[in-house]
């Protein structure tokens, strides 16, 4: 059975950080790409990170300098780094893992950005 599960999120206030986690199982984590996407209320899911088996990441400009995604295939885990959080970074997080021919998403963990 495929999972993957978030944790991490919460409430914080702006300029705070916060650390997600993803993780997979079920399924081979190590040659899955994966990502971290994020949809705000009224808004369309949008891609945050992303990283290759081999390490390779790639941001949206939007949270470029502030954030570090990051994998440990040993733990099947993959991580999200969120510094200095902004309120407009309020959404629900999702993971995903992506292969050739099929990809799975979590259940997503919300973010809240907030004074």
Known sequence: QVQLVESGGGLVQPGGSLRLS???SGFGFSSY?????RQAPG???????SIGYAGITNYADSVKGRFT???????????????SLKPEDTAVYYCKA???VTEYWGQGTQVTVSS
């Open 22 to 24: 993803c993780a997979g």
């Open 33 to 37: 790409y994966m990502s971290w996407y």
């Open 43 to 49: 808004k369309e899911r949008e891609l945050v990170a």
């Open 69 to 83: 995604i990051s994998r440990d295939n040993a733990r099947n885990i993959v991580y999200l780094q969120m510094n």
């Open 98 to 100: 992506r292969s050739l």
